[in-house]
């Protein structure tokens, strides 16, 4: 990035940082405790980086201009922490979103959930000559020369219509649970689901060496399902 692209990036990021608004309360409700702390913001971009600048700017995380949720944080619990209930998570609505949940009885068992989403972004100014009839099945429009791009082809492939952004999101969701019947014996699952899901470049050749080649979009549709159960015993 350009020195002075730097410069407006950091100035757009203080000034996001001087509307954030921090929030925190505690108060008691029916015999329990809460607490809490929120914090809302905004922000923008003073010089928006061209297209072709913006894949790498936002490769994993979403920039996208407004409202955000920076962070927030809710418990509900008793005097004595012997239960209690937190809520909690990051910029809820975007495609870097985050949340948790707790759960638990101290000393004696714990819940547990968590999402996360993660975006790689490769590419928001890419542009294809072929056309997807179906899921990840392109078709090319039928060719004038089988040696050369004719300057009408070459003109056709600089005017091809612009892709949506290229990129695949990770959704990852953790559930646990642990269970301590007695002092010296704990029990513990644990399930994580990873859903893999949008495009990614790749390049197709079709002939030998010296051939033609184009890059195109591998569809990615991946699921990874993992559970754990531990024990231990002290």
């Known amino acids: 990035m ?7 990036l950091l100035v757009a990021a203080l000034a996001a940082l001087s509307l954030a608004t921090p929030v925190g309360a505690q108060a008691p409700a029916g015999g329990l405790s809460f607490e809490g702390e929120i914090e809302l913001g905004g922000r923008f971009f003073i010089d928006e980086p061209s297209a072709s600048r913006k894949a790498k700017l936002e490769e ?7 409202m955000l949720l920076e962070r927030l944080n809710l418990r509900l ?20 979103q985050e949340y948790s949940l707790r759960a638990g009885r101290i ?4 819940f547990g959930f ?4 993660t975006p790689h972004v490769f590419a928001t100014n890419a542009r294809m000559l072929a056309t997807e009839t179906a899921r990840g099945v392109y078709v090319l429009p039928a060719r004038i020369s089988a040696a050369a791009l004719s300057a009408v082809e070459r003109a056709k492939h600089d005017t ?31 399930y994580k689901r ?14 030998t060496p010296g051939g033609d080649f184009m890059e195109s979009r591998e569809p990615i549709e991946q699921t990874i399902n993992e559970l754990r159960l531990k024990a231990s015993y002290a």
């Open 2 to 8: 350009r020195p002075h692209a730097m410069v407006r």
């Open 60 to 66: 994993y995380r979403d920039l996208t201009p407004g």
């Open 77 to 96: 619990f008793r005097p004595d922490e012997s239960y209690s209930l937190e809520v909690g998570g990051t910029r809820w609505g975007w495609e870097d």
């Open 107 to 110: 000393g004696r068992w714990e």
């Open 114 to 117: 968590d999402w996360d989403q």
């Open 160 to 190: 091809a219509p612009a892709l949506d952004e290229i990129g695949v999101r990770w959704d990852t969701a953790k559930l646990f649970f642990s269970l301590t019947p007695t002092p010296g014996l704990e029990l513990r699952a644990e």
């Open 194 to 207: 990873i859903n893999k899901e949008g495009n990614r470049p790749i390049g197709v050749a079709f002939s």
